[in-house]
């Protein structure tokens, strides 16, 4: 059995945010990861939940294309805080990760892999949206 975790809920609040920013690739999701009190997911962590995601049906695969299903974006905008910036996405993640928790997979797909390579590309890219954010608040 599978159980749905808060890296899992993180992961589902990236592609989320990818998704509203008309981002849908492996890498563009990485870089959307909200800055947030937990380690940042590893390339493995991010594969699992993708797996998971795909056997309840939470995201829809258009070629590298990955996006959030109906029912996924319903939970992700149920539990938005009033104001997610800041301290308040680590309560989203929090909130997503509750609603999560109810959610059992007796098995998980494994379809598809993201690369690695594109894992790293989105780390960098991650970095260097935080450090102009930064910079923006300086």
């Known amino acids: 059995m599978h159980r749905l975790t808060s890296v899992d809920a993180w992961v589902l609040l990236a592609i989320y945010r990818a998704g509203q920013q008309n981002k849908a690739d492996y890498a563009a999701i990485v870089s959307c990861l909200p800055d947030v009190s937990l380690p940042i997911p590893t390339h493995q962590e991010f594969k699992t939940a993708y797996n998971k995601f795909l056997y ?4 829809i695969v258009e070629g590298a294309n990955t996006s959030l299903a109906p029912a996924a974006q319903q939970l992700v905008d149920a539990a938005k805080p009033v104001s997610a910036t800041g301290a308040s996405a680590q309560a989203w993640v929090d909130a997503i990760a509750n609603t999560l928790a109810s959610y059992k997979c007796k098995s998980m797909c494994n379809r598809r892999e993201w690369q690695e390579a ?10 260097l949206e935080l450090q102009d954010l930064e910079l923006l608040n300086e």
């Open 56 to 59: 309840i049906k939470f995201i």
């Open 118 to 127: 594109q894992y790293l590309q989105g780390l960098e890219l991650r970095d």
